[in-house]
């Protein structure tokens, strides 16, 4: 189902896989290891961020808080983003409309 948006989803989808490329250890939300992660090249790691990126975009429609390694990823229904933390500290939102 996904989370409602008023821009252009490609837009929004860019700038999630970007932000949730900050989450030093995101690869764990698939289960892989840092071995696993270290053996991709960037393009292969981008592609995984963005598959990452679009999983958390559906999923957050049902789920309104969900971690992601060390990370974890708020949709605020209230200001239309959604938020990329670890602890305490916002390290990227991503604007929904």
């Keep these: 189902m996904g989370v409602r948006h008023g821009r252009d989803y490609g837009e929004i989808l860019t700038e999630f896989t970007m932000?949730?490329?900050r989450i030093p250890d995101s690869y764990v939300f698939f289960e892989m290891d840092v071995n696993d992660w270290d053996d991709l090249n960037d393009t292969e790691k981008n592609e995984v961020h963005e598959a990452l990126a679009e999983d958390l975009f559906?999923?957050?429609g049902t789920e309104p808080v969900?971690?992601?390694?060390?990370g974890v990823v708020i949709h605020d229904q209230t200001q239309h983003r959604i938020h990329i933390l670890i602890g305490e500290e916002e390290l990227a939102f991503v604007a929904l409309v």
């Design 19 to 21: 932000a949730v490329g």
């Design 58 to 60: 559906y999923a957050l």
């Design 66 to 70: 969900i971690p992601v390694g060390s």
